[in-house]
């Protein structure tokens, strides 16, 4: 072990409990099969033979190193012995509460994710695209005077005048503007806003994009 925390195994010390590799060194070719996939490094090559220096080490249960030996040197205790462990060591009312707690854990984790999630899905900004007679009717001011002390802004304003003659007789012009939030949060109570003030000024809401 790497850290100071106590090897146990459902409350019960490592050491206590029957299961641990034996390597038959006669058998063993030395591939060093064993000692590359063990993740609890429970293997050193000594002499080109493996040798599980650190057998209580080895994850209760577990049998992969002995599955993948190519000549079969390494076993393991019957798993009979393992099961006759558990029942006299009573281990499942610690393993009801440790389940317990990874559900839990399981749970916290879905929701973080889940409220991630529903950030991400908010809309900060939106595409505004609005047709109409702008000059008489100071949009624009009214505009201002809605955003006021609100934590949005307005960007990217365009006024596009579809001929200088047209304008002239009051044909309707086309505004894009964006709107965005200070504090990165939903834009949609704004935008709500920002409709009733198109509606209000009597133009036509061409489109409402949230981006
Ligand atoms: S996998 Fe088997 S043969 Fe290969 S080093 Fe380990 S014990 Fe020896
Ligand atoms: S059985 Fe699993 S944990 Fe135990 S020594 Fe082999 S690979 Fe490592």
Redesign the pocket.
Same mark, same amino acid.
């Given at each position: 072990m790497t850290d100071n925390k106590p090897n146990l195994w459902h409350g019960i010390p490592r050491e206590e409990i029957p299961w641990r590799?034996s390597v038959d060194d006669e058998a063993c070719i030395g591939c060093q099969l !064993?000692y590359i996939? +063990?993740?609890?490094a429970?293997?050193e090559m000594h002499d080109g033979v493996a040798e599980?220096v650190d057998p209580m080490n !080895?994850?209760v249960g +577990?049998?992969?190193?002995?599955n993948i030996c190519p000549t079969g040197a390494?076993t393991?205790p019957a798993l009979d012995s393992i099961w006759k462990f558990e029942r006299e060591r009573q281990i499942f009312r610690t393993v009801k509460k440790e389940a317990a707690r990874k559900h839990e854990r399981a749970d916290a984790i879905k929701s973080r994710e889940a409220a991630q999630q529903a950030l991400e899905q908010v809309s900060t900004r939106a595409s505004i695209e609005l047709a109409g007679e702008f000059g008489d009717k100071r949009f624009l001011v009214r505009l201002e005077e809605l955003l006021g002390d609100q934590p949005y802004d307005v960007v990217n304003v365009r006024l596009e005048v579809p001929t200088v003659k047209g304008a002239r007789q009051k044909a309707p012009s086309y505004m894009t503007f964006e709107i965005t939030s200070e504090e990165q949060s939903d834009i949609e109570p704004f935008l709500q806003q920002v409709k009733a003030l198109i509606h209000d000024a009597g133009l036509v809401l061409v489109s409402d994009t949230k981006v």
């Open positions: 590799p !064993c996939t +063990c993740g609890r429970v293997y599980a !080895c994850v +577990c049998t992969t190193c002995g390494i393991f």
